[in-house]
């Protein structure tokens, strides 16, 4: 196997390859409305649309799987940051808890009182 070879693009075009690593929803969006070159897939379009919505670096990993096949970089890097993406957005939300206590005084100031826990 050469080098070349897993730098391949097939026939994707290298910027929906680059900005999808960054922006997937954004470069899927401008690739299919402003005439990007990704391959055509057996994929109905209703599970296009849905691939685009909720795992969009999967579905360009597919497109890259069906243009030019597994052994390829760009493939891989986004089956890694698909999963990385999956397992690190769970913890994010409920990283930080704010509680806020506000207390009135009998002479109508406030008091506001903050936690935070992590």
């Keep these: 196997m050469h080098s070349v070879s ?3 693009s097939g026939h994707i075009d290298f910027w929906i390859l680059v900005l ?3 922006l997937p929803r954004l ?3 401008l690739a299919a409305f402003w005439g990007g070159d990704y391959p055509p ?3 109905p379009v209703l599970i296009n649309f849905l ?3 909720f795992l969009p670096r999967f579905l360009i990993a597919y497109y890259i799987y069906l243009d030019a096949g597994p052994n390829n970089l760009w493939f ?3 089956l890694i940051l698909g999963v990385v993406g999956l397992i690190g957005e769970t913890g994010y939300a409920r990283g930080r808890i704010i509680r806020r206590t506000t207390t009135v005084n009998p002479d109508g100031s406030r008091t506001i009182v903050e936690e935070e826990e992590d």
Excluded: K, M, Q, T
């Design 76 to 78: 891989w890097a986004y």
């Design 20 to 22: 999808g690593l960054f």
């Design 6 to 8: 897993l730098l391949d």
């Design 41 to 43: 897939n057996p994929l």
């Design 27 to 29: 470069s899927l969006f």
């Design 51 to 53: 691939g685009w919505l």
